[in-house]
């Protein structure tokens, strides 16, 4: 219903009146006004003259279904968008439908993130309304050991998809950490539920510094706000994310995962870097060179050698 109104309100340039609406919408005058009510708690500001009728003048920027909808035009990835003011993690939530059977392409946005985690066991830092929280589950038909492209992939579109909202420039460390002159912006977690031979469902996670300031992010993050000096829409970096995502994911699905591979070379800020890798091997150091087909990272080791890093973190030195 209130998305009927919305659309209403939004596709008349001046006033649309109570009684439009009630005639529209088969309801009550009354019905009408607390519906609008309804939309004023969540953010928008709607005016109402008696005898003109209600006129919206300005949306709230959250990641509500109605606001990141408009001008979506996505087949798949966002057909079904969940909104929550508040959650532990976006994850859990997209998790819980997943399993009873949500169409892939479900997308699960919050406002704020009680416990927003990241790769690793880290936690993501999620304050209210300063970024972009979103799940978003896929269905794809490949085996577990394949997942990993999903993730390179889903790097490679937020990427784009920030750079072109944005313009800040960000590129990609491997795996999927965009950065911003060396700090990071937008993190990604990829998890799954599979047979052993099967993925059930994957949810990709995506998380991205808009509005934060200083005192809002960790000492190595950075936001948008940050490195633009102005407020950038996070409803605008949603939907362009979600439209990104939806052609890279065709595509890949259509001619396969080179074609990401080659674009996420383009972006990555790790190949051709000097790297430091982790391991029971102890700290070693080399050159990152490529990709192997799987999405793991080959590094030429100063020893001559060179290994895959399928798992982790690299360091950049
Ligand atoms: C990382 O860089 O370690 C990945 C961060 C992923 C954060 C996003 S925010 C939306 C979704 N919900 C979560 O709890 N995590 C992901």
């Excluded at 999903?150 to 999927?176: H, M, Y």
């Amino acid at each position: 219903m209130q998305k009927k109104i919305l659309e209403a309100l939004k596709a008349g340039s001046g006033y649309v009146s109570g009684e439009q609406l009630s005639a529209l919408l088969k309801i009550s005058r009354s019905a009408v006004w607390k519906h609008i009510d309804q939309l004023r708690e969540q953010g928008y500001d709607i005016l109402a003259v008696p005898h003109l009728g209600y006129q919206l003048k300005s949306s709230p920027d959250k990641l509500l279904p109605g606001e990141v909808r408009e001008g979506l035009k996505t087949r798949i990835i966002g057909r079904e968008i969940v909104y929550r003011e508040s959650v532990m993690s976006t994850m859990d939530e997209a998790f819980a439908l997943a399993v009873n059977g949500a169409a892939e392409g479900t997308v699960v946005c919050a406002d704020v993130q009680g416990r927003g985690r990241g790769r690793m066991g880290r936690v993501w830092s999620s304050p209210q309304g300063k970024g972009v929280y979103l799940s978003v589950i896929l269905r794809p038909q490949m085996p577990p050991s394949q997942v990993a492209r999903l993730t390179l992939l889903s790097a490679v579109a937020a990427c784009e998809a920030v750079n072109r909202v944005s313009g800040v420039g960000a590129g990609i460390k491997w795996p999927n950490d965009l950065l911003v002159r060396g700090r990071k912006l937008a993190g990604i977690l990829t998890e799954l539920n599979a047979e052993f031979d099967r993925v059930r469902f994957v949810v990709i996670g995506i998380g991205i510094n808009v509005h934060g300031g200083r005192g809002h992010l960790p000492a190595v993050a950075t936001s948008l706000k940050q490195e633009l000096k102005r407020d950038v829409s996070r409803v605008e970096v949603a939907r362009e994310v979600l439209r990104s995502l939806e052609q890279w994911y065709t595509r890949a699905l259509k001619s396969g995962f080179p074609v990401v591979f080659e674009r996420w070379k383009e972006l990555s800020v790790t190949i051709g870097r000097r790297v430091s890798l982790r391991g029971p091997e102890g700290i070693r150091e080399g050159e990152a060179v490529g990709l192997d087909e799987d999405g793991g990272l080959l590094v030429r080791l100063d020893s001559g050698e060179t290994v895959k890093k399928i798992s982790g973190d690299v360091v950049l030195i």
